[in-house]
């Protein structure tokens, strides 16, 4: 079955970096797209990121652009996601997932918290 495991959040302070990872198990990687979405503390499930299978095409969410990349590895099944000049507005749970959007299966998830 599908198997999505996020890595790498953690607190930072905002202006910080974090890079998140994302391993992927139990489906043809090198077919698909892949997202990374986030859900804020009293929000709803917000798209990040989208990357196509073969790493020609990303789009971002308008807060994110000029700040976080998406790329993926299809050697090694692993979409990451580079964020830099982190607000306090990234806190949220960042999760990746199947496909091209927010529908799609997710991983458990990884916390990253932006102190002001």
């Known amino acids: 079955q599908v198997q999505l495991v996020e890595s790498g959040g953690g607190l930072v302070q905002a202006g910080g970096s974090l890079r998140l990872s994302c391993a992927a198990a139990?489906?043809?990687?090198?077919?698909?797209?892949m997202s990374w979405v986030r859900q804020a503390p009293g929000k709803g499930l917000e798209l990040v990121a989208s990357?196509?299978?073969?790493?020609?095409?990303?789009a971002y969410t308008d807060s994110v652009k000029g700040r976080f990349t998406i790329s993926r590895d299809n050697d090694k099944n692993i979409v990451t996601l580079q964020m830099t000049s982190l607000e306090a507005e990234d806190t949220a749970v960042y999760y990746c997932?199947?496909?091209?959007?927010?529908?799609g299966s997710r991983g458990t998830g990884t916390q990253v918290t932006v102190s002001a």
């Open positions: 139990g489906f043809t990687f090198n077919s698909v797209s």
């Open positions: 990357i196509d299978k073969t790493a020609t095409k990303m």
């Open positions: 997932a199947l496909g091209w959007g927010k529908q």
